[in-house]
């Protein structure tokens, strides 16, 4: 199967793509920013905001992963255009009417978010999740929407980070009292998780792909210093009110801010499965997040 990945040289896009290569697929990846091949992929460079420069990259598709997202994710950046509705909601529509009009289309891959649902608080990130969602069940095309919670692997941004700051601080900051849940999924997991979405060619399924351990912000930080360090490092919980007063002030002197409100609340999110998780659906196996967490980055206090 001739098969599209967006953001396909990024962390998750170029994953899938790997997977989807050893399971035989001609995948080719998509990018904004560059057409030069990557890992011996085809690059196809055109921007989810324009749908005429989608047009030639989607020629022949039969399959698309939309695995993209905006620069600087997920701090918005609206001079750039770098927005939750403009890249996920819009740029998902984009993607799917030019290849639609090219013809092949046959089946679609939508990665969303655990944190996505009807309930969930009104973020920018959310509505445009959902809105893109629509969008895809609305296609008339065969689709699979994989909800996954927090992704970890070689190369990711959210535990590197921690990570980096656990050997070089003293204390590990986090927003608020660090209670917020999540279900952290490999990223080698989520992408056994795509290629089963694509192989499988018929149906639509609304999944979750999380991992089969529920863990806090504080819990995280615990097991990824002991790993780390042998240790389990101070967490300090810095209030979300005033943090986000900062923040509001840095978004307001700075066109690319490190950190805004909205950044503050997508790191509240409860990232936990609230439906069907796709290990029930597909024949995979989520492994064990001590032991993704020590593969990644070590095995010290074993």
């Not at 170029?14 to 560059?34: F, P, Q």
């Not at 290629?195 to 639509?204: D, I, K, M, R, V």
């Not at 360090?229 to 209030?239: D, S, Y």
């Given at each position: 199967?001739?098969?599209?990945?967006?953001?396909?040289?990024?962390?998750?896009?170029?994953?899938?793509?790997?997977?989807?290569?050893?399971?035989?697929?001609?995948?080719?990846?998509?990018?904004?920013?560059?057409?030069?091949?990557?890992?011996?992929?085809?690059?196809?460079?055109?921007?989810?905001?324009?749908?005429?420069?989608?047009?030639?990259?989607?020629?022949?598709i039969e399959a698309v992963v939309i695995s993209h997202q905006f620069p600087g994710f997920p701090v918005e950046q609206a001079e750039q255009h770098n927005t939750f509705r403009?890249?996920?909601?819009?740029?998902?529509?984009?993607?799917?009417?030019?290849?639609?009009?090219?013809?092949?289309?046959?089946?679609?891959?939508?990665?969303?978010?655990?944190?996505?649902?009807?309930?969930?608080?009104?973020?920018?990130?959310?509505?445009?999740?959902?809105?893109?969602?629509?969008?895809?069940?609305?296609?008339?095309?065969?689709?699979?929407?994989?909800?996954?919670?927090?992704?970890?692997?070689?190369?990711?941004?959210?535990?590197?980070?921690?990570?980096?700051?656990?050997?070089?601080?003293?204390?590990?900051?986090?927003?608020?009292?660090?209670?917020?849940?999540?279900?952290?999924?490999?990223?080698?997991?989520?992408?056994?998780?795509?290629?089963?979405?694509?192989?499988?060619?018929?149906?639509?399924?609304?999944?979750?792909?999380?991992?089969?351990?529920?863990?806090?912000?504080?819990?995280?930080?615990?097991?990824?210093?002991?790993?780390?360090?042998?240790?389990?490092?101070?967490?300090?919980?810095?209030?979300?009110?005033?943090?986000?007063?900062?923040?509001?002030?840095?978004?307001?002197?700075?066109?690319?801010?490190?950190?805004?409100?909205?950044?503050?609340?997508?790191?509240?999110?409860?990232?936990?499965?609230?439906?069907?998780?796709?290990?029930?659906?597909?024949?995979?196996?989520?492994?064990?997040?001590?032991?993704?967490?020590?593969?990644?980055?070590?095995?010290?206090?074993?």
């Amino acid at each position: 199967m001739k098969i599209l990945v967006t953001g396909g040289r990024g962390f998750i896009g170029l994953a899938a793509a790997k997977e989807l290569r050893r399971c035989g697929h001609d995948v080719t990846l998509l990018s904004s920013t560059s057409s030069s091949a990557v890992d011996g992929f085809r690059v196809v460079q055109g921007d989810v905001r324009e749908q005429t420069s989608l047009l030639p990259a989607t020629e022949g598709i039969e399959a698309v992963v939309i695995s993209h997202q905006f620069p600087g994710f997920p701090v918005e950046q609206a001079e750039q255009h770098n927005t939750f509705r403009e890249v996920d909601a819009e740029g998902t529509r984009n993607v799917l009417a030019a290849l639609k009009q090219n013809g092949n289309l046959q089946r679609v891959v939508y990665l969303s978010g655990a944190a996505v649902n009807d309930t969930a608080p009104p973020h920018p990130g959310i509505v445009a999740k959902l809105d893109a969602e629509r969008y895809v069940t609305g296609s008339a095309v065969s689709y699979v929407i994989l909800r996954s919670s927090i992704v970890y692997g070689p190369g990711d941004h959210y535990f590197s980070r921690l990570a980096g700051q656990i050997r070089s601080m003293p204390v590990v900051p986090t927003f608020g009292d660090g209670r917020a849940k999540a279900q952290p999924i490999h990223v080698d997991d989520l992408a056994l998780t795509i290629a089963a979405a694509l192989n499988e060619q018929a149906g639509n399924h609304l999944l979750d792909v999380c991992g089969p351990n529920t863990v806090s912000t504080n819990q995280t930080i615990k097991l990824l210093s002991l790993i780390i360090t042998g240790q389990q490092k101070r967490i300090l919980h810095l209030p979300v009110l005033a943090i986000k007063s900062l923040a509001s002030v840095m978004v307001a002197t700075n066109k690319n801010p490190p950190l805004s409100p909205g950044l503050i609340d997508f790191s509240l999110f409860d990232n936990t499965s609230h439906g069907t998780n796709a290990d029930k659906v597909y024949d995979v196996r989520f492994r064990d997040l001590r032991q993704g967490l020590r593969e990644v980055y070590g095995n010290a206090g074993q």
